[in-house]
């Protein structure tokens, strides 16, 4: 498995405001994602992040509006940009280990925009 | 694409009784993995158990083990003896065997919320 710790773990920001989440794995790792889990709902895929490589995004999210960094393997960030009330969700982070079979996830952090 | 379906919103057993959460699933795709992941109120997903598809074995671990039901796309959690501590959601999440794009990540179900009654 793999020990994965999520900042911040929780925020309240004002509308059109901008957070960048950051992910940080206590071991070298070349798959990282990033998923949302809406009020009640269950976990969306947002992107793949891949060291050295552009992140993937899934139908639905924007560059734009989401954009990610992985400057190596071991740290992961994603900034949530022009944020609305629509944004307020858990954004949690995981891994993939063992060739990406299976997937350890952070902590998350609770986004609430007003 | 792949869907994922739990079909029960929330299950409620007795300590120390046995409890099934179905899932099933949708997909063209021969090879392929299965997951129960458990999330409870402090929200961290952690990983239950596991199944490849091409072994016709069903996955254990301690007091959960799973139906796996290839033909009929069927991936249930049988968790025995039930704890406090096994209150939470469960999710039944789906990943390919195939690389690239967002075919690496994981297809989620809606979740089961399970209640323990002491």
């Known amino acids: 498995s793999a020990v994965i710790s999520q900042k911040p773990s929780r925020d309240i920001c004002q509308r059109g405001t901008s957070l960048t989440i950051q992910c940080q794995v206590d071991?070298?790792?070349?798959?990282m994602f990033w998923y949302r889990q809406q009020p009640g709902q269950s976990l969306t895929l947002i992107a793949t992040?891949?060291?050295?490589?552009?992140?993937?995004?899934e139908s639905g999210f924007v560059i734009d509006k989401f954009p990610i960094s992985r400057p190596n393997l071991t740290f992961s960030t994603l900034t949530v940009s022009n944020m609305s009330p629509e944004d307020s969700s858990i954004y949690l982070c995981?891994?993939?280990?063992?060739?990406?079979?299976?997937?350890?996830f952070g902590p998350g952090t609770r986004l609430t925009v007003l | 694409a792949q869907t994922v379906t739990q079909s029960q919103p929330e299950m409620s057993v007795q300590e120390a009784e046995t409890v099934t959460l179905s899932c099933t699933y949708d997909?063209?795709?021969?090879?392929?993995?299965l997951f129960w992941y458990k999330q409870p109120p402090s929200r961290q997903m952690i990983l239950v158990i596991r199944?490849?598809?091409?072994?016709?074995q069903n996955a254990t671990e301690n007091r959960f083990s799973v139906n796996f039901q290839k033909a009929a796309k069927s991936f249930s959690l049988k968790i025995s003896d039930s704890q406090l501590g096994d209150a939470a959601m469960y999710f039944c999440?789906?990943?390919?065997?195939?690389?690239?794009?967002?075919?690496?990540?994981?297809?989620f179900g809606k979740g089961t919320h399970l209640i323990i009654q002491p």
């Open positions: 071991s070298q790792v070349t798959m």
């Open positions: 997909t063209s795709e021969s090879d392929y993995y």
């Open positions: 199944q490849e598809a091409y072994k016709q």
């Open positions: 992040a891949n060291q050295g490589s552009e992140a993937t995004y």
């Open positions: 995981s891994v993939g280990v063992g060739g990406a079979d299976t997937q350890y």
């Open positions: 999440a789906y990943r390919s065997t195939n690389s690239g794009g967002g075919a690496d990540g994981l297809t």
